[in-house]
Structure formats: C-alpha cells, structure tokens
C-alpha cells in the first residue's frame, strides 16, 4: 500500500471518537485511528496482522514531513525575497 495523498481530516468527534491522542492529530489521524483498530483487534485474536496499517500510517506521517519541510523552505524562499 502506497500513499500518494492525505485522507481527508477527521472531524473532532471522530478523533475523541477513536481516542486519537493530540500528538497525532494530523493528517494522518484516519491512517492513526485504523492502526489502532487493527492493534485492538489483534490482541483478541492473534493471527491478525498490523504490518501493512502500521505502513500505511508511517508513509503518510514521512509524506506530511516532507510536505511541512518544502512548505518551510517557500516559507523562507518568500521571505529573503522580501
């Protein structure tokens, strides 16, 4: 599974909703929240694997890195113009 865009934002009743902690209330909290269902569904029953939520939720945390480091870059590019 590759991540190629953000899913859309959670509203603030989804985030209480799946118990979202504020650190990870981003743009990847939907990819968050599925990770943490898989991880309680996997401590009733073992067999269930996490791996690929767990990457999905990791690529799009790498992805939004990136995005807020360019962002940062312009931000600075903008502002020597200035």
């Known amino acids: 599974m590759t991540v190629t865009e953000f899913p859309p934002l959670l ?3 989804d985030l209480q909703k799946y118990k979202i902690p504020l ?3 981003d743009r990847c909290a939907a990819y968050y929240a599925l990770y943490q269902i898989c991880l309680t569904r996997q401590s009733a029953n073992s067999s269930i ?3 690929l939520d767990k990457h999905a ?3 799009c945390e790498n992805l939004d890195f990136i995005r807020r ?3 940062l870059a312009d931000l600075k590019e903008n ?3 200035n």
Do not use: V
């Open 11 to 13: 509203s603030e009743e």
């Open 23 to 25: 650190r990870w209330r």
């Open 49 to 51: 694997e996490c791996k």
């Open 57 to 59: 939720w990791e690529e």
């Open 69 to 71: 480091k360019k962002e």
């Open 79 to 81: 502002l020597k113009e």
